[in-house]
């Protein structure tokens, strides 16, 4: 086990919905990073968070958005949910351990959008 | 933009056999680290093992290690005495050096037969 968790572990919605994905971080770990991976394929980077603040994205258009909270929680939303949407998303948080960052994944939450 | 490609999409492997998966990426970048991950079908996603590029030395861990070959940028993971529990979903992924954006490969598919 990470110490990471994600909550729901599956979810349906339907085109055009709004969708909220939330994780909890270990504590202490003030980065989190959110993934993208469709099936068959390797994670995607959708952004990151530091200290609240967005700190870096991919390449995913601004209807991804997401919050992070001081107690080490976090939250992915995704608006106008497309089919494409349809993924598992993981989240991660980071540590830095003697100039290492080390990235804790959580079990994910599978989106289906129908 | 950093790749990652991972030319074998599935491996099998006889208990207490050894298996090679490859990986190859490509980066102008001096400084960066290179990672192998293990995804089990329960889904979360667990650091095997890392590699500094600036050390010339393979990493170790325990039954795991790898063949860094930095002038071909090649980054392959051997697992010894292969056991059943090994049987996953491996990633080959590299970071920049400072970033926490992880860049993944496809994967490939561990099979372990008894």
């Known amino acids: 086990e990470t110490g990471v968790t994600q909550s729901p572990t599956h979810l349906i919605k339907t085109r055009g919905q709004q969708v909220t994905l939330r994780c909890s971080s270990q504590s202490g770990h003030n980065t989190v990073s959110w993934y993208q991976q469709a099936l068959g394929q390797g994670p995607q980077f959708i952004f990151q968070y530091y200290r609240e603040e967005e700190n870096g994205r991919g390449n995913f258009p601004p209807r991804f958005s997401g919050l992070q909270f001081p107690n080490y929680s976090s939250e992915l939303n995704v608006n106008a949910l497309e089919l494409d949407d349809s993924a598992l998303y993981l989240c991660?948080?980071?540590?830095?351990?003697?100039?290492?960052?080390?990235?804790?994944f959580g079990p994910g939450t599978r989106l289906t959008v129908l | 933009a950093q790749t990652v490609t991972q030319s074998q999409p599935e491996m099998s492997v006889q208990e207490a056999e050894t298996v090679t998966l490859s990986c190859t990426y490509d980066t102008s970048e001096s400084d960066y680290y290179l990672f192998w991950y293990k995804q089990p079908p329960s889904r979360q996603m667990i650091l095997v093992i890392r590699?500094?590029?600036?050390?010339?030395q393979n990493a170790t861990e325990n039954r795991f290690s790898v063949n860094f070959q930095k002038a071909a940028k090649s980054f392959s993971l051997k697992i010894s005495d292969s056991q059943l529990g090994d049987a996953a979903m491996y990633f080959c992924a590299y970071t920049q050096g400072g970033s926490e954006k992880l860049v993944f490969g496809k994967g490939t598919k561990l099979t372990v037969n008894p």
């Open positions: 991660a948080s980071s540590i830095t351990s003697g100039g290492f960052i080390e990235q804790f």
């Open positions: 590699q500094e590029a600036y050390k010339q």
